[in-house]
């Protein structure tokens, strides 16, 4: 299709009209709902043409709507991409592809069509800098379908993805959870405008996600510092070919006290290593540091930090200069956005470093158990299937093995057989529901199985994610409710089975 768009350029260099052409291939002819699609986007020259010639980082999204069995809209990023403009010409944007999902309502024996709403293309001029955003915006021709695909089967049960209650704050890692995805699929999260489009991964720039064999998610997920006003927006999960959706609120940090700052120690001989620390600064932003004499002069040493999302700072500075007596604190270069901390320069020989250390050998993983055996009791015979409970004996996980392993603690259940060693109770008739909890000076967090019936599969009642980037550990306790469910007539007598719980 051929729309007309009007694209507005970064760093005032206007606005642009014109037509351009537009494909989409998908991968899937029929998808069912909720299910994962593909998209191939090829752009025709854009009527935006760049006042200069250089070379950018550009990484091209489209935003589109659906029609049909499914409403809504859905965008489509690409990966970044080095280009070489040159002045008076298109950017010549290479074709990209993306992943998305439709809705999991959408209506099965129908077809979705989709519609071009918005092109926007990221420009950077250099690998990580501050992306200059071009959005192209049809204003004709957007009701012709770019592309569409047929709905059949059944989307199943829905996946979840559980957000953080309350406000979160541009910067902070967000630990989710979530439940119901395709098993051991690659997760991505992706955060939507309120109406639940305009989804985009790159309001995350950070992620740490991963689905276990029980399609269980968890995980981190960083909000970016900028781009992203205060409000309501739809946190979008995908693993494999389900989807889950949750509303967040976002609201940035906004200081209601002074600016505040201390060193400690505050005092100290040439070349102290004091640790400055500071809250109710400007969140997600840069303060430099540096020594001065009792004059306010600046010496030399300045060194910059940056605040975390809550608008604090720790960091170490060493004073090397005899006539300091502060060390200034401060938001660029301005002269009420900043705090001195008074030091005093103790006079003396030079401290004498003694070099400490500790070798932490690394401990092993194990488990112990509160109990030694369940039972339900005695239930009475009545013609109706009855359901009893009794919990499991607490297991106690120790993971003392000091690296960044992960575990899992799996059950399996033998039939419950009567005395005679004939009738029988099949496993099935036993489900649980686990409940597990990490000790508050663990390392890591504990995942919680799914419930479920129990059975010769093993089937996982808590478990800790691997995590390269740090340490894992910790004390973990792993509860669970145990419920039987009687058949209709059985012989009379007590029936044994075995319960076995493994941790690898």
């Known amino acids: 299709m051929t729309p007309t768009v009007s694209c507005v350029l970064p760093a005032g260099q206007g606005t642009f009209t014109g037509p351009q052409d537009v494909t989409m291939a998908l991968d899937k002819a029929t998808v069912a709902p909720g299910g994962a699609l593909t998209g191939t986007v090829t752009l025709g020259a854009s009527p935006a043409v760049s006042n200069f010639s250089l070379s950018i980082w550009a990484t091209p999204s489209i935003t589109l709507n659906m029609r049909g069995a499914a409403t809504g809209s859905v965008t489509i990023t690409g990966p970044e991409q080095k280009i070489d403009v040159v002045a008076g010409q298109s950017p010549p944007i290479q074709p990209y592809q993306g992943a998305f999902n439709v809705p999991v309502g959408a209506t099965a024996g129908g077809k979705v069509e989709f519609t071009v709403v918005k092109m926007v293309t990221d420009a950077r001029l250099a690998p990580g800098s501050d992306p ?48 119901g995805f395709t098993p051991n699929a ?15 991964t790159e309001r995350f720039v950070s992620q740490a996600l991963s689905v276990d064999g029980q399609g269980n998610l968890s995980g981190t997920a960083k909000l970016a510092t900028a781009g992203l006003p205060d409000g309501a927006y739809v946190l ?18 906004v200081p209601t006290d002074p600016r505040a700052a201390q060193a400690v120690p505050n005092t100290g001989p040439l070349g102290t290593v004091t640790a400055v620390s500071g809250t109710n600064w ?4 840069s303060v430099n540091l540096v020594q001065v004499d009792k004059d306010g002069l600046a010496g030399s040493g300045t060194i910059t930090v940056a605040t975390d999302y809550n608008g604090a700072f720790t960091t170490p500075y060493t004073v090397t200069d005899a006539a300091t007596t502060q060390i200034r604190v401060r938001e ?37 158990q509160a109990g030694g055996g369940i039972s339900f009791g005695t239930v009475t015979l ?10 499991l004996n607490q297991i106690t996980v120790v993971d003392a093995r000091g690296g960044t392993l992960g575990w ?67 004390r973990f306790t792993a509860d669970a409710e145990l419920t039987l469910s009687t058949p209709e007539f059985a012989a009379a007598g007590t029936y044994g089975g075995t319960l076995t719980i493994t941790l690898v």
């Open 132 to 179: 200059l955003p071009t959005v192209c915006t049809v204003t004709a021709g957007g009701d012709a379908a770019v592309a569409d695909v047929s709905v059949e089967g059944s989307a199943g049960q829905p996946a979840t993805v559980n957000a953080p209650d309350g406000d979160v704050r541009p910067g902070q890692p967000l630990t989710l959870t979530g439940s």
């Open 186 to 200: 690659a997760a991505q999260a992706a955060l939507c405008d309120a109406d639940g489009g305009n989804c985009l």
């Open 236 to 253: 979008r999960v995908t693993g494999g070919d389900k989807e889950g959706r949750d509303g967040l609120s976002v609201k940035a940090f």
């Open 408 to 474: 899992s603690l799996t059950g399996t259940m033998t039939d419950l057989v009567a005395a005679n060693g004939v009738d029988k109770i099949p496993a099935g008739n036993i489900s649980w529901v686990p409940a597990c909890a990490a000790a508050p000076t663990s390392l890591s967090p504990v995942t919680t199985g799914s419930p479920g019936p129990l059975g010769t599969t093993a089937v996982t009642l808590c478990g800790q994610n691997p995590d390269t980037g740090k340490a894992t550990g910790g």
């Open 382 to 391: 009545n013609g109706t299937v009855q359901q009893v409970k009794a919990p």
């Open 282 to 285: 400007t969140p997600n932003a």
């Open 332 to 368: 660029g270069i301005s002269s009420s956005k900043r705090v001195f901390v008074p030091f005093t320069v103790a006079t003396g020989p030079p401290p004498l470093p003694q070099p400490t250390t500790v070798t932490m050998a690394p401990g092993a993983l194990t488990m112990t």
